[in-house]
């Protein structure tokens, strides 16, 4: 069974960093891209990051650009996003999730990932 574990998440000032973590068990995980997506109460659930298989790409939504960064240890089956200078807006539930077949490049859609975690939340006070 394929679990994706989420956490690292919680409440900050305007400014603060987080950095948020995403374990995976129970699949390969060195050959599979993933993603990370949040969901704000009333809204649609939208694309934050994403990173290749091996690292080597990165991904960001433009609101995000220069702030997060993601990046993988795949020796740990885990997936980081680093989170600086937030803001308000960035309060969200966020999500991980990953690709169901291995290799391939970086995917900014919800529907190109098939397995995702439980979600942490991440508060962002002004």
């Known amino acids: 069974q394929v679990q994706l574990v989420e956490s690292g998440g919680g409440l900050v000032q305007a400014g603060a960093s987080l950095r948020l973590s995403c374990t995976v068990s129970?699949?390969?995980?060195?050959?599979?891209?993933m993603g990370w997506f949040r969901q704000a109460p009333g809204k649609e659930r939208e694309f934050v990051a994403a990173i290749s298989w091996n690292g080597g790409t990165t991904y960001f939504s433009d609101s995000e650009k220069g702030r997060f960064t993601v990046s993988r240890d795949n020796a740990k089956n885990t997936i980081y996003l680093q989170m600086n200078s937030l803001k308000p807006e960035d309060t969200a539930v966020y999500y991980c999730?990953?690709?169901?077949?291995?290799?391939?490049?970086?995917?900014?859609?919800?529907?190109?990932?098939?397995?995702w975690g439980q979600g942490t939340q991440v508060t962002v006070s002004s």
């Open positions: 129970g699949r390969t995980f060195s050959n599979v891209a």
């Open positions: 999730a990953s690709k169901a077949y291995p290799f391939g490049g970086i995917y900014t859609r919800a529907l190109d990932y098939t397995y």
